[in-house]
């Protein structure tokens, strides 16, 4: 992928994994289009803000879920609803949200018990993207709920592809999404910076769990 006119190389690193991965959740395998909704998980992560960003530059709508210390920078990436998931039940506010009707999309990386709220959450015909299990890789749930839904739940991973197929995503991204760093609809949201002798500390950074966008590894100067 070429480094978008305006963006340093060193921070267009933060930009591939995380856009071509929400990119391929929401838009290619979601079918997120403007005008409809979807519901993305971690807002405040790197897929997250990169979610953010993408639903609102083709004109959809979005709610994320995160923690308290998060929701405003949530809110300035474009966020239209913005749940503290330790305070308020996420099925609940999307219920009110979309009057009962769900949303088009979900993006979820958290796994474990969302998976029934993420049903309760999805429209009919509706599609859940489980792109990640941060939370738990077990997950049970009432069939009953997911049936008269019509919805599809699909689990994906960008790593374990054929070749061939990363290679057309990251075309298609190329192609679609890179403009948009260039008009200025989109940029890669970069927490912090470390030096890869302070990698241990750039990893207890990340455990703590307090990173807005990517923690990036400066490799050499």
């Given at each position: 992928m070429d480094v978008p006119a305006g963006v340093a190389l060193a921070d267009a690193a933060a930009i591939p994994e995380v856009f071509i991965t929400a990119y391929d959740a929401?838009?290619?395998?979601?079918?997120?289009?403007?005008?409809r909704r979807c519901l993305v998980h971690a807002g405040a992560s790197g897929v997250g803000t990169a979610a953010i960003q993408l639903a609102k530059a083709i004109g959809a709508r979005i709610a994320v879920t995160c923690s308290e210390a998060k929701v405003e920078a949530c809110r300035e990436l474009g966020a239209d609803v913005v749940i503290d998931y330790r305070v308020d039940d996420f099925a609940e506010v999307v219920a009110s949200w979309t009057n009962d009707t769900g949303v088009d999309v979900v993006l979820?990386?958290?796994?474990?018990?969302?998976?029934?709220?993420?049903?309760?959450?999805?429209r009919v015909g509706g599609r859940i993207i489980q792109v990640g299990v941060m939370g738990s890789s077990t997950a049970t749930f009432p069939l009953g709920m997911l049936l008269p839904k019509r919805a599809a739940l699909v689990g994906t991973v960008l790593r374990s592809r054929p070749l061939e197929q990363k290679i057309a995503i990251?075309?298609?991204?190329?192609?679609?999404?890179?403009?948009?760093?260039?008009?200025?609809?989109?940029?890669?949201?970069?927490?912090?910076?470390?030096?890869?002798?302070?990698?241990?500390?750039?990893h207890r950074y990340m455990a703590s769990n307090a990173n807005v966008g990517k923690i990036m590894i400066d490799v050499a100067r």
């Open positions: 929401l838009v290619v395998q979601g079918g997120l289009t403007s005008g979820d990386v958290i796994g474990g018990e969302y998976l029934t709220r993420n049903i309760a959450s999805v990251t075309q298609r991204v190329a192609a679609e999404v890179l403009p948009m760093f260039e008009s200025g609809q989109l940029r890669p949201v970069i927490d912090s910076r470390y030096d890869l002798s302070d990698i241990a500390d750039a």
